[in-house]
């Protein structure tokens, strides 16, 4: 396999977004919703699956884009492609709050293990497919399920993150242990686990869920500090309830009560 080869600049801070530069005829794939903007001579076309197998028969179209159902993505990615003769730039924003993280695919000895919804765009002939969990625990508690999405290649592919980044190197046998939804990715030789906390205070008052993920090396791990299940936890909370915007509305207080009382609907 042999991806193009892309150049690329990362904008921003808190939103960011990708800047990638395309010599002519070059092609970078990204998730449906992530593009921003692109000069003129740019194509968009949209792909079954991932666009690594587009020279295969109709059956292997179809399993490859299969593969993205299982993960919860949308059966379709949107390839855009520089048709100029000189080089031209098109751009791919983050989601939400939170940082766009580049892999080299060489770097990790061609794959890379993430969530289902951290990929953001990647350079063409990067395959994106599923890595299932052989143990039973992983799946039925990890927060991800059975199913993680893998990058495989010699390409570069971006993944974003939420919140602040945490970038760990693991020694061999090291252990690191990360609340589940906090997981962005980890190399192929990482041994990844869920641990049952323990304790009955801890299990019933402790508020950070019954099990977190054990991450044994070697290998590199990226981990976030805003998942976004945290995040709309968080507004489903703030959100307005049925009657009125606020619980303070209505009262003599009015706004002045969430002042003196503070806002406990966190």
């Given amino acids: 396999m042999q991806a193009h080869e892309i150049d690329y ?12 530069e395309l010599d002519p005829q070059e092609i970078v794939i990204a998730e449906a919703g992530s593009f921003m903007m692109m000069d003129n001579n740019i194509q968009m076309e949209t ?22 159902v299982l993960t919860g993505e949308s059966l379709f990615m949107t390839a855009f492609i520089n048709q100029n003769n000189t080089k031209s730039k098109v751009s ?16 990790f000895n ?18 994106v ?11 039925l508690f990890g927060g991800e399920g059975f199913i993680m999405q893998k990058l495989e290649g010699d390409g570069l592919a971006f993944v974003h993150t939420g919140g602040t980044l945490a970038k760990k190197e693991l020694a061999a046998g090291e252990i690191l242990k990360v609340d589940t939804g906090c997981i962005v990715g980890f190399t192929k030789d990482v041994d ?10 801890n299990s019933i008052f402790g508020g950070e869920g019954l099990f977190y993920a054990t991450l044994r090396g070697p290998g590199t791990v990226y981990v976030q500090s805003l998942p976004f299940s945290r995040l709309a936890d968080r507004i489903i909370a703030s959100a307005p309830r049925a009657g009125g915007n606020s619980r303070d509305e209505g009262s003599l207080l009015g706004g002045l009560g969430s002042l003196l009382n503070g806002d406990k609907r966190f």
């Fill in 9 to 20: 600049h990362i904008y921003g801070e808190e939103m960011q977004y990708v800047e990638i």
């Fill in 47 to 68: 792909i079954f699956g991932d666009g690594s197998g587009q020279e295969n028969g109709l059956l292997d179209k179809l399993l490859s884009a299969g593969k993205r």
């Fill in 92 to 107: 791919f924003a983050s989601p939400y709050p939170g940082k766009i993280i580049p892999i080299d695919l060489t770097q």
């Fill in 110 to 127: 061609g794959k890379f293990i993430c969530q289902k919804d951290a990929f953001l765009c990647a350079a063409k002939g990067v395959s």
């Fill in 129 to 139: 497919g599923i890595e299932f969990s052989k143990k039973l625990g992983r799946g």
């Fill in 192 to 201: 990844y686990d869920i641990e049952f906390i323990g304790g009955i205070k």
